[in-house]
């Protein structure tokens, strides 16, 4: 899986209208693609969460007080960080366009023996 710091800067930080006929190329079925960048999308978003939530992780005590929470400026640049990024599923495309996913299908396999 990708590091978050090696996330493509090619990935458009909003929709873009793409031709389908590209996404079909690689399995040659529009829908298992859609699927296979739906899967890779989810762990992706997975480990994006899981990175905040440990960075996130360093910033909690049990002696702040509300206010304290509130005015932390390095949490709050933080969070402004991950907002700011790519979505997980626009990462996904991205990356299933330009040959990166590496994915299989069982069935497929099984009927071509």
Known sequence: ???ISSISPKVAESTIPRDL???EEPTGNLYESLA???KR????GAKLKEDLYNKLSDF???SDNLEEVFENKEQIELASFYEQMPKPTLIAAQDF???????????KDDAAK
């Open 41 to 44: 999308a989810n762990q992706i």
């Open 60 to 62: 909690t005590h049990d």
């Open 21 to 23: 006929t590209k996404f």
């Open 36 to 38: 296979v960048i739906s």
């Open 1 to 3: 899986m990708k590091h």
């Open 97 to 107: 366009l330009e040959g990166k996913i590496y994915f299989r299908n069982p069935a």
